[in-house]
């Protein structure tokens, strides 16, 4: 009774679903599929690939202590994937395969193409809610639809969760030895050139680091997470954004810390965990729409109305924002972080994700495919869904009339000019005052090194206005 576990984005053996799962039904082997083909169709950063061979090397290690052999296969989209576990199926004489749920048209269709090929020749598919604590679908409105606000699907899972908190699943206990050898992990893809070792040193690899790093978060910085997450500068979030996106560490993980800390209560008690908890739920909402909505993975904007904005082709202006070469600093170091780090703080994305789709008047979808090619911690929903509210063409998403300032973003949330100087050394002599909007004073030495503003700020957000006034609904 051989039963495959097919691992995806859940690199880990702690409270892993399908894991527990199949060794529950006999005796397992795990595999891992790799699509460099797909992942560049899908535009994943080289710096997400490597993260996730370095944490496969990593569970691979947990796995051999489970007597779990690890196998890796490469193909090169998914459309190869239906016959590639048929044929591993045949050689081990699998007879049940288990994986839990991804969300998103590809990935669904995937699971379904799987299901139907493995089904003829009588091999059981059995897929688990992992990746969400509650499956999409059952958390509706009372008219049965998905939920398009975020406060109201807010208040329904908090009251479900005061009723029932989904459990951790415990680790398997170590199977018997089996005669299959583990493959060995490749270091590198095809196509993915290896980021620096800056970066992988800001990411270590393993489901270990990532519980530390939770503890740590839990114990030094929850209290305060509420005052001190929008200040870039401040080590104030709990940068495990990587390793929930990768599945090294589960959303139930994550909940029962925060609660763990917080006496169990979900909404009262610390306002910092309070805060924490409705930062996992925005990222369940986004899962969420992916499965009500499947346009929004599908290139499409959430608001149809949306489609018919007026966006501006100006490569120049793109190159400038990508490149961190717009004369406003807060852009600037904010896309300046993303390169060198392949992360950017949360705030910082909504204001350079407006600065792209109101200032500079360029459709979001350029936006959303750059940032998908540099975060280590890209996941379509949340990516897809935080760019379309910074945007106004999204669910719940902002009012279109509001516009973030990068300057007063800036005076406000890097007061004294800290995250701007790490990233923009040229700017290291201004003062905190002038640091935030150099091209006043432009005379001063030195200050000739950083650009000029590529756009003014006043005419852009009345151009903005107007695109967004002159929409169907907007009219109305």
Known sequence: MTQLLWLRTDLRTSDNTALAAAMAAGPTVALYLV????????DDAPCKVDFWLRNLAELSTQLRALNVPLLIREVDDWQAVPEALLKLCRELGVQGVHYNEEYGVNEQRRDRAVAARLDTHDVRVRSYLDQLLFAPGSVLTQSGGYFKVFSQFRKQCLARLSVSLPYCVHLPAAQAPMSIAS?????????????????????????????????????????????????????????LSAYLAAGVISIRQCLH???????????????????????????????HILEGYPRVSMHRAFRSETDALPWRRAPYELEAWQQGRTGFPIIDAAMRQLQETGWMHNRLRMVVAMFLSKNLLIDWREGERWFMRHLVDGDL?????????????GTDSVPYFRLFNPISQSQRFDPDGQFLRRWLPELQHLSKRDVHNPSAHRSLFGVTEYPAPIVDLSATRARALDAFRNLPEAAS
């Open 381 to 393: 929903a949340a990516n897809n869904g935080g760019w379309q509210w910074s945007a106004s063409t």
């Open 183 to 239: 493959d060995p992990v490749p270091s590198a893809v095809a196509g993915f050139p290896r980021p620096t070792d800056y970066l992988r040193a800001l990411w270590p690899a393993g489901e270990a680091f990532a519980q530390r790093r939770l503890a740590t978060f839990v114990e030094d910085d929850l209290s305060d997470y509420h005052q001190r997450r929008d200040f870039p500068a401040e080590p104030g979030t709990s940068q």
């Open 35 to 42: 699509t460099p083909g797909q992942w560049l169709a899908h």
């Open 257 to 287: 810390a925060a609660l763990g800390y917080n006496q169990g209560e979900l909404d009262s008690g610390s306002t910092g965990a309070t805060t924490w908890v409705n930062e996992l739920l925005w990222r369940e909402f986004y899962k």
